[in-house]
C-alpha cells in the first residue's frame, strides 16, 4: 500500500518490516468517549515559555492548555479534588542492559516524592529481570517487573519503547491505571509530583530548549521522515523524558508514534532523536491538554535560574556513551 501525503515524497509500508502487525487492530473501548480530531497545520507566533518577564514563565499555552510550575496551584485543593476519585497512578520506566543500576534510587526517590495519597503501579519493563531490586513500598503501590526482549544497539531500544508501552497498555494496563505517566530511570524526584500533572495528555517542556527560537528545536528536518517539523512549526520542544495522561489517550499516543517509527523503518530511516522526535511530531498535531515546565524535567548539569523556583524531577549525571556501549 502507497501512501503519499503532500510535500513528502512517497512512502511504503511493508509487511514484513513490522513487529507486531496485532497492534493496528487493538482498540480500548472507553463508552462515551468521541474519538480525538487531530489539530490542522497552521502558521502562527510560537509561544515562549519566558514571555512575560524572564524571572516569571508563561502559565497558559496559545490552546488554553495551562502550564504548570510552582506557583500556578493549590496542592491541598488539589488533594481536596482528586483524593475521593479513588485514582490509580500507571508509571512505566525501561531499565535496560546497564541501567538498572538506577532502578533503586529512582524508586526510592518515587516512593518519598511521587503521588503521595494514591494507588501506584510501577511498571518496570527490562532484559534483566533478576537484576531488579526489591524496594519497600508503601500501603496500596506495587511494582511489576516487565521482561522485554534484548537488543544490540540503544537506538532500538529507544525506538522499541513506545511499541512496549503501547502494547503493555492494550493488554493490561488499562484495566489495572486511570492515569499512565513514562519516565525515564536515569532521572530521580527531588520535590512533590502530585495531582497538579494530571491531564488527558500530558508533555513536559525540556530543559535545554525552553528559552530558544523554534527554528533551533532539533526537531527532524529531513522531509522523508514522518516526523518531519519545518522551521516555521512548533510550540515547546517537549522532553521523551517525560510524557503521560489518561491510559486510553496514552495508549493513541504511542501507538501513533509507533505506526510512524515503522512507517520510517520501512523505508531506512532512523529519526534525528529516536522516539523524542516523533514524540514531538505527534505533540504539534495532538496538542498536550496540560504542559509541565522544566522543573517536572530538570538537568541536575545546569544552574537552575531564577525562573524556576523548585526542582521536581531531573537527570542525573552519568557517563551517557559508557551506559549505551
Same mark, same amino acid.
Given at each position: 500500500?502507497?501512501?503519499?501525503?503532500?510535500?513528502?515524497?512517497?512512502?511504503?509500508?511493508?509487511?514484513?518490516?513490522?513487529?507486531?502487525?496485532?497492534?493496528?487492530?487493538?482498540?480500548?473501548?472507553?463508552?462515551?468517549?468521541?474519538?480525538?480530531?487531530?489539530?490542522?497545520?497552521?502558521?502562527?507566533?510560537?509561544?515562549?515559555?519566558?514571555?512575560?518577564?524572564?524571572?516569571? @514563565? @508563561?502559565?497558559?499555552?496559545?490552546?488554553?492548555?495551562?502550564?504548570?510550575?510552582?506557583?500556578?496551584?493549590?496542592?491541598?485543593?488539589?488533594?481536596?479534588?482528586?483524593?475521593?476519585?479513588?485514582?490509580?497512578?500507571?508509571?512505566?520506566?525501561?531499565?535496560?542492559?546497564?541501567?538498572?543500576?538506577?532502578?533503586?534510587? &529512582?524508586?526510592?526517590?518515587?516512593?518519598?516524592?511521587? %503521588?503521595?495519597?494514591?494507588?501506584?503501579?510501577?511498571?518496570? &519493563?527490562?532484559?534483566?529481570?533478576?537484576?531488579?531490586?526489591?524496594?519497600?513500598?508503601?500501603?496500596?503501590?506495587?511494582?511489576?517487573?516487565?521482561?522485554?526482549?534484548?537488543?544490540?544497539?540503544?537506538?532500538?531500544?529507544?525506538? $522499541?519503547?513506545?511499541?512496549?508501552?503501547?502494547?503493555?497498555? =492494550?493488554?493490561? =494496563?488499562?484495566?489495572?491505571?486511570?492515569?499512565?505517566?513514562?519516565?525515564?530511570?536515569?532521572?530521580?524526584?527531588?520535590?512533590?509530583?502530585?495531582?497538579?500533572? !494530571?491531564?488527558? @495528555?500530558?508533555? =513536559?517542556?525540556?530543559?535545554?530548549?525552553?528559552?530558544?527560537?523554534?527554528?533551533?528545536?532539533?526537531?527532524?528536518?529531513?522531509?522523508?521522515?514522518?516526523?518531519?517539523?519545518?522551521?516555521?512549526?512548533?510550540? &515547546?520542544?517537549?522532553?521523551?523524558?517525560?510524557?503521560?495522561?489518561?491510559?486510553? $489517550?496514552?495508549?493513541?499516543?504511542?501507538?501513533?508514534?509507533?505506526?510512524?517509527?515503522?512507517?520510517?523503518?520501512?523505508?531506512?530511516? %532512523? =529519526?534525528?532523536?529516536?522516539?523524542?522526535?516523533?514524540?514531538?511530531?505527534?505533540? !504539534?498535531?495532538?496538542?498536550?491538554?496540560?504542559? !509541565?515546565?522544566?522543573?517536572?524535567?530538570?538537568?541536575?548539569?545546569?544552574?537552575?535560574?531564577?525562573?524556576?523556583k523548585l526542582i521536581r524531577f531531573s537527570t542525573l549525571d552519568k557517563d551517557t556513551?559508557?551506559?549505551?556501549?
Amino acid at each position: 500500500m502507497w501512501v503519499c501525503v503532500q510535500n513528502w515524497l512517497p512512502f511504503s509500508y511493508v509487511p514484513y518490516y513490522l513487529p507486531c502487525p496485532e497492534i493496528f487492530n487493538m482498540k480500548l473501548q472507553y463508552k462515551g468517549e468521541r474519538p480525538f480530531q487531530p489539530v490542522a497545520q497552521s502558521q502562527y507566533p510560537q509561544p515562549k515559555l519566558l514571555e512575560q518577564r524572564p524571572t516569571e @514563565l @508563561l502559565t497558559l499555552t496559545p490552546w488554553l492548555a495551562p502550564i504548570v510550575s510552582e506557583g500556578t496551584f493549590n496542592p491541598e485543593l488539589l488533594q481536596h479534588i482528586y483524593q475521593p476519585l479513588n485514582l490509580t497512578i500507571g508509571l512505566t520506566v525501561f531499565a535496560v542492559g546497564k541501567y538498572t543500576q538506577f532502578v533503586q534510587h &529512582f524508586l526510592e526517590s518515587a516512593e518519598r516524592f511521587f %503521588m503521595h495519597g494514591y494507588r501506584v503501579c510501577y511498571y518496570v &519493563f527490562t532484559d534483566s529481570p533478576q537484576a531488579i531490586p526489591q524496594v519497600p513500598l508503601g500501603a496500596g503501590r506495587q511494582l511489576s517487573v516487565i521482561p522485554i526482549q534484548k537488543h544490540s544497539g540503544w537506538e532500538e531500544i529507544s525506538m $522499541r519503547r513506545m511499541e512496549a508501552i503501547s502494547l503493555h497498555i =492494550a493488554r493490561r =494496563a488499562h484495566r489495572e491505571v486511570d492515569y499512565l505517566f513514562c519516565l525515564d530511570v536515569d532521572m530521580v524526584f527531588r520535590n512533590p509530583w502530585g495531582p497538579e500533572t !494530571l491531564g488527558d @495528555l500530558v508533555a =513536559a517542556i525540556h530543559p535545554g530548549y525552553y528559552s530558544v527560537p523554534r527554528q533551533q528545536f532539533p526537531y527532524e528536518r529531513r522531509h522523508v521522515s514522518t516526523a518531519f517539523v519545518a522551521d516555521s512549526e512548533g510550540d &515547546f520542544y517537549y522532553g521523551g523524558a517525560v510524557f503521560g495522561g489518561r491510559v486510553a $489517550r496514552v495508549y493513541e499516543f504511542t501507538k501513533g508514534c509507533h505506526m510512524a517509527i515503522l512507517a520510517d523503518k520501512a523505508n531506512g530511516i %532512523m =529519526a534525528a532523536w529516536q522516539e523524542e522526535s516523533h514524540l514531538n511530531r505527534r505533540f !504539534l498535531s495532538h496538542k498536550p491538554s496540560k504542559v !509541565l515546565s522544566p522543573e517536572y524535567l530538570w538537568d541536575d548539569r545546569k544552574p537552575q535560574p531564577p525562573s524556576l523556583k523548585l526542582i521536581r524531577f531531573s537527570t542525573l549525571d552519568k557517563d551517557t556513551s559508557w551506559l549505551r556501549s
